[in-house]
């Protein structure tokens, strides 16, 4: 069965304190590893998408890697803006549904 | 580009009305579309798939007569909560995949949400 599994469940952070998430996946076939960010109260919002194993990208403060089993968000020097839930998704064999892990949801405190 | 648009962001309705949620891709033809709630703190969880021009494809324990979806064009995808009590209150989100995005296959893109109070 797919599984997507994301740790830690919340992460506290102080302003310019880098860390990692992460993102265990089980799924036959990999057809894509995607990050999201969720603001409370708003839709996801589509931040990387990776597709094969060593594969590496970024935005901003922002770093996505991603090895056979599972992808790290790396946040480099974190602000109190980069506060949100961030998702780990990977589509199932069946008509590309997403499988969403539960959420790490990062706080930066100033 | 990749922009889905939601309406309306929050709606109250009485028990026993029904509530029609709109979600629009702006910039690019989805022939899938994706419906999803949201618990408080809780992750996404998939309601139902929406293919242009054919029915929808209802998770499993999801009402399909409750929850009625409409993929009429490459842009448009409607959910219409038939006559709502309170416990569907929630946060309902869509997604739209783009049909020509060869290069990026199976990312949704999603709506800003709705907020639906049923008192």
């Known amino acids: 069965e797919d599984q997507v599994t994301q740790s830690p469940e919340a992460l506290r952070l102080q302003e310019g304190e880098s860390s990692s998430l992460n993102c265990s996946y089980t799924?036959?076939?990999?057809?894509?590893l995607f990050w999201y960010r969720q603001d409370p109260g708003k839709g996801p919002e589509f931040l990387f998408t990776l597709y094969s194993a060593g594969e590496e990208k970024e935005k901003e403060r922002l770093k996505a890697t991603l090895t056979k089993k599972e992808s790290f968000l790396h946040i480099t020097a974190p602000k109190p803006e980069d506060s949100a839930t961030y998702l780990c998704?990977?589509?199932?064999?069946?008509?590309?549904?997403?499988?969403f892990g539960q959420g790490t949801e990062l706080s930066v405190k100033p | 580009g990749a922009v889905v648009s939601q309406h309306p962001s929050w709606v109250i309705c009485k028990s026993g009305t029904s509530v029609k949620i709109e979600c629009r891709s702006l910039?690019?033809?989805?022939?899938?579309m994706f419906w999803y709630r949201q618990f408080p703190k809780q992750s996404l969880m998939l309601m139902a798939t929406?293919?242009?021009?054919?029915?929808?494809?209802?998770e499993q324990g999801v009402e399909k007569d409750k929850f009625l979806i409409n993929h009429a064009s490459l842009t448009l995808s409607t959910l219409t909560v038939t006559s709502a009590h309170p416990e569907d209150s929630s946060f309902y989100i869509c997604s739209a995949r783009d049909k020509l995005a060869r290069g990026a296959k199976n990312i949704q893109y999603f709506g800003a949400g709705t907020r639906l109070s049923v008192l």
């Open positions: 929406s293919n242009e021009g054919s029915k929808a494809t209802y």
């Open positions: 998704a990977v589509p199932s064999r069946e008509g590309g549904k997403l499988i």
């Open positions: 910039d690019f033809q989805a022939t899938t």
């Open positions: 799924v036959s076939g990999l057809r894509g």
